[in-house]
């Protein structure tokens, strides 16, 4: 059974920080891409950050410099730094496994809340 716990939500002031983290188990971790999503209340869910196997990373636009992903093969968990949030950032946040084989299927977090008070 495949699992993606996200946690490390809450609320906190703009200008503040959270680190997220996703611990995954049932899948062979270093064999999947690892990504970052939210969804706004009323908006589409959009990516914020990814990280390949390899460590290869990319991000948002909106979150170029003040967001950071890493992974920890031996915790078998990314992570998403977030450093001077903005209200904008308020979403629930889910970490995704993207196998890098074709043949594979993705899967998801159940989701974290992020909630950027003004």
């Known amino acids: 059974q495949v699992t993606l716990v996200e946690s490390g939500g809450g609320l906190v002031q703009a200008g503040g920080s959270l680190r997220l983290s996703c611990a995954a188990s049932?899948?062979?971790?270093?064999?999947?891409?690892m990504g970052w999503y939210r969804q706004a209340p009323g908006k589409q869910r959009e990516l914020v950050a990814a990280?390949?196997?390899?460590?290869?990373?990319s991000y948002a636009d909106s979150v170029k410099g003040r967001f950071t992903i890493s992974r920890d093969g031996a915790k078998d968990t990314v992570y998403l730094e977030m450093n001077s949030l903005k209200p904008e950032d308020t979403a629930v946040y889910y970490c995704?496994?993207?196998?890098?084989?074709?043949?594979?299927?993705?899967?998801w977090g159940q989701g974290t809340q992020v909630t950027v008070s003004s």
């Open positions: 049932g899948i062979i971790f270093s064999r999947n891409d």
């Open positions: 990280i390949t196997s390899g460590g290869g990373t």
């Open positions: 995704k496994a993207q196998p890098i084989v074709a043949w594979g299927r993705d899967y």
